[in-house]
């Protein structure tokens, strides 16, 4: 119900057969972090909270998939995690192309996309977002 009434959305894990890939793991994040902060009851200002990054992210998938709407992008979207915890925050699939994207609150972070990512899956394009540089993230 929740889904159907825009208030959460899930992304699926993205596998092609490793063996160490989740494949059927989701990802729930809310189209409004307010109502992710009601439900935890915590409003408290970003430098004093510890999940500063899932907000980071939740605020970073959400908007993406409303661009992806608005604009008509048909895209296939999911994240990817290993049973290791190596892991790509964010994926899609267009024109058979998989665009990997690694989201760091702290733009001081180093960006790298997972050896293991890399090794099997060669044609993908990866880019760290950050927030000096999300807009075009979310606009193109």
Do not use: C
């Not at 050896?115 to 060669?122: E, G, I, Q, R």
């Amino acid at each position: 119900m929740l889904e159907k009434t825009y208030v959460i959305f899930r992304l699926r894990s993205f596998s092609r057969n490793l063996r160490n890939e989740l494949k059927k793991s989701r990802k729930v994040y809310f189209f409004d972090n307010g109502i992710r902060n009601a439900l935890i009851s915590n409003f408290s200002p970003l430098n004093l909270r510890s999940d500063t990054g899932s907000l980071w992210e939740s605020y970073l998938v959400s908007e993406r998939m409303k661009f992806l709407h608005y604009n008509g992008i048909n895209a296939n979207r999911y994240f990817w995690r290993t049973h290791q915890q190596q892991e790509i925050d964010y994926l899609e699939e267009r024109d058979g192309i998989l665009y990997a994207y690694e989201f760091k609150w702290n733009p001081r972070r180093r960006f790298r996309a997972p050896l293991t990512f890399v090794n099997a899956y060669p044609n993908h394009r990866f880019e760290g977002i950050a927030p000096s540089d999300y807009d075009s993230f979310l606009n193109s």
